[in-house]
């Protein structure tokens, strides 16, 4: 069975103390890894995509980096307004219907 | 920037009640999917839609959920009787034919009473 599992649960940093997310993953020939960001009370907003392992990709602050188990979501530098949860999730080759699978997602804190 | 807009964005019903819940795409997308998130739990998987039919739904998709696109633009969820278990976001989504990745809607929280 396709397994998605995140951790930390929950993380509080200082604003600019960097840390890493860790998504670790069980599928059956992964098609995609993708990391969201969720606010409270909204949906998924999209932030990358991975495909293989080795690859990186970076937006701002965040650099999403990927192996044949795991992915690590690298937070550098965090300010206030990187708060709040950050959900990995991945597609199956297996699957025709491209579905996502997530995890439960790691609650981002980072306090002034 | 192109999204995908939900609407309610809030619904409170009667228990046994039918509920629809609407989305509208992004223009160009091809694929649709429902998911929900139950407060505090991770989000699941309902059912995708492609080309007028379901290509995929979940066990949770029972005979009570159904979903359609009645016109060009909107793409609904229908829940014909309501349960208390039914309360949650429910969050539509689409993707492009070219892409992976798919794009959410804010959600609509549906709350039974």
């Known amino acids: 069975e396709d397994q998605v599992t995140q951790s930390p649960e929950a993380l509080r940093l200082q604003e600019g103390e960097s840390s890493s997310l860790n998504c670790s993953y069980t599928?059956?020939?992964?098609?995609?890894l993708f990391w969201y960001r969720q606010d409270p009370g909204k949906g998924p907003e999209f932030l990358f995509t991975?495909?293989?392992a080795g690859e990186e990709k970076e937006k701002e602050r965040l650099k999403a980096t990927l192996t044949k188990k795991e992915s690590f979501l690298h937070i550098t530098a965090p300010k206030p307004e990187d708060s709040a949860t950050y959900l990995c999730?991945?597609?199956?080759?297996?699957?025709?219907?491209?579905?996502?699978?997530f995890g439960s997602g790691t609650r981002l804190l980072v306090r002034p | 920037e192109p999204e995908v807009t939900q609407t309610p964005s809030h619904q409170v019903t009667q228990m046994g009640q039918e509920v629809i819940l609407r989305c509208v795409p992004i223009?160009?997308?091809?694929?649709f999917y429902w998911y929900r998130q139950i407060l505090g739990q991770k989000v699941e998987f309902l059912v995708s839609?492609?080309?007028?039919?379901?290509?995929?739904k979940s066990e949770i998709f029972d005979d009570q959920f159904s979903v359609e696109r009645p016109d060009g633009s909107n793409f609904t969820l229908k829940i014909r009787s309501t349960k208390l278990e039914d309360s949650a976001m429910y969050f539509c989504?689409?993707?492009?034919?070219?892409?992976?990745?798919?794009?959410f809607g804010q959600g609509t929280r549906l709350t039974v009473v």
């Open positions: 599928v059956s020939g992964l098609r995609g």
């Open positions: 223009s160009n997308h091809l694929y």
């Open positions: 999730a991945v597609q199956s080759l297996e699957d025709s219907s491209y579905k996502l699978i």
């Open positions: 989504a689409s993707r492009g034919q070219g892409g992976f990745e798919a794009f």
């Open positions: 991975l495909y293989s």
């Open positions: 839609f492609y080309n007028n039919e379901i290509s995929e």
